[in-house]
């Protein structure tokens, strides 16, 4: 009886890798992005970026990315996975805060829900756990905020990153810094907590080293999507689950 239930299991999942893309070398970024352009940011100088959340292609699935590279710029289009960075030490700050906040953030975008201060925040939050060591030091130091470029008092902010949270040039949404602070307070706070101690990364996310004609582009961390060799694997195992119940034993007289 169980066997029989493998059966159309084993037919689904082989289906399914047929209609999967072949290639898993490929990563595409679409567009528009989910956030606000012209952030003021501090890292090896001031220089305005564009932070938020990128429609991802991955493995022939939608899914999204955040980048966690302030050194290349993002490239829209067909990135080539170059290879895998580890996600150990900042990273794993970073996946605590995707893998809290971002899954819920992209399905509210799919409800046509207007998400640009959740996914700056969010974008904001990842770079300042990335490349500053102090992050989870300096929180709750003088008012309960993490550090900031104060545009009514010259540059105040420590460590290698910072952004100026009072010029948001497309927005004035004070939301974008509510978030973010509510994003570090969430993550301080899991980091103090004696189970910190033992997490470790998921494996639901990953951190690409990608390429665009030869150029290096953005290191963007993704949702992960099924591979299809991991599909077929599963499909070949089900098969011979199948197979191993067709097989009838002898009967001796």
Known sequence: MIIKLFKPIAVS?????????????????????????????FYNGVKEYNPGMFPINHNGYDTWGFCVDLDYQVA???????????????YLFVEWLVGTYANDLYAEALANENIDAKATALQLA??????????????????????????SNPPNGTGFFYYDRGLIKTSTDPEVNNFYDDYIKALTNAVKDQSWNSFVSSGDYL?????????????????????????????FGLLGLC?????KPNVSD
């Open 13 to 41: 999942f082989l289906v399914l890798f047929f209609t999967l893309p072949l290639c898993a070398s490929t990563l595409t970024v679409n567009g528009p992005t989910y956030g606000y352009s012209g952030v003021n940011i």
């Open 76 to 90: 829209s289009g067909e990135n080539i996975i170059d290879g895998e960075i580890e996600i150990a030490d900042n």
């Open 126 to 151: 990842i770079w300042e756990v990335r490349y500053d060591t102090t992050w989870d030091y300096d929180y709750d130091k003088t008012n309960g905020i993490d550090d900031y470029i104060d545009p």
């Open 207 to 235: 951190v690409f080293d990608l390429s665009q004609q030869g150029n290096k582009t953005q290191d963007i961390i993704v949702n992960v999507v099924p591979e299809p060799t991991t599909v077929l694997l599963l499909g």
């Open 243 to 247: 197979a191993v119940g067709r097989k």
